[in-house]
Structures are given as C-alpha cells and as structure tokens.
C-alpha cells in the first residue's frame, strides 16, 4: 500500500502539471467552439438542453478562465430564471442547487488554474495560448495579492470585474491548496447569492 501511495506521488509530481495542462487545452478548445458556435443566448439554450449538468460545465470554464461566450454574471441568473422560476415563484430546493454547482464548478475550474500558477509559475503560464491575462494585469493583481494578502481571494471572487483575478498570484506566491479552495468557494458562493437575489427580487424587498 504504501508503495502505490508512493508511485502516486511520483507520478503526480512527474507529470501533474502536463496532466493539467493537457485539461486546459480541451477546456480551451471547448470554450472557443462554444464562442465560435454560439450566440449571445447559448448559455440559456444550453441550460434548457442539459439542466445542472450544463451549468457545472461551464461554471468549470468561468473558473478557468475560459469563458468566452457569455458573462459569467449572466450564468446564475439565467439559470435561476430557467431552472428553478415556477408559476407560483421559485423553487427554493432548485436555486440551492444552482448556487452548489456554481461553486462547485467555478471552485474546481479556479483550482485548476491555481494548481497550474504553482507549478509552472507566472512566466510559464504567460506563455500559454489559452491563458489571457496580460502581463500588465497580472502584474496589477499580484501587487494587490502582496498588499493584501489571502483576503484579497474572496474579496476579489465577490466583486464582478475582479473574479478570479487573484487566482494565479495565489499560486505563485505558494498558498496552500486547501486555503486556496475554501477561500475561493467562499468568494464564488457570496458573489452567486447576490447575483440570485437579484434575479429572484430580493434585494428589490429590502
């Protein structure tokens, strides 16, 4: 037992980070045809067709910062619109749903690339075709990860032209991944319930 535990660890070593990648790639090439193929609505057709089960996906992409064909603001939204609206209202077991998948999705696609960002540094991801943080940008965010330290990753995961931009100093710098997971998870489902409360008209009630 040991011995596997032991092969397991060298493997992951070896090859985690091609492994990884490898992800990104088909992540990337999945997120461009669904640009390519699209349309501004095909995120809501996609929901209609495949339920949770399409929202986990492309949350993942979101996460990973391989979005290209809708605002990730739009995606909670829209599902709580499609999924879980009823005559009567909203279907409450439904909109927990959508927000456990949201994060869950966004928290694995955000992982991802954190685990990416640890392993082959900044000037390793820089050089990716799929990656499309400037330079700049990420100089910009990576100082804020400096001034503010592992806070700035919820803080920034609430906020709507921040989202994930935190993620790769995160890794650079060498926060630890279960920190990194909580802490994105947290960000993701604060930022969601404000988005589904807005769709639902909560904070129209208060």
Known sequence: MAADATSVRVFAEDY????????????????????????????????????????????VLEGAMLLYFAPSEALVPA???????????????????ILLVAVAGATVGQTALFLLAKRGGREWLLDRPWFRVDESRLDRFGAAFDRYGVLAVPVSNTLLFTRGMLTVPAGVAGMTTRRFVALSALGTLSFELLLAGAAMGVLELL
């Open 79 to 97: 599902a709580v619109t499609v999924l879980a609206q009823r005559a009567g209202g909203y279907h409450v077991p439904t909109v927990a749903g």
């Open 16 to 59: 985690g980070l091609l492994v990884v990648a490898g992800l990104f790639a088909l992540l990337g090439v999945a997120g461009i045809a669904l640009y390519v193929f699209g349309d501004a609505s095909y995120a809501e057709t996609l929901l209609r067709r495949y339920g949770l089960a399409a929202l986990l996906f492309v949350f």
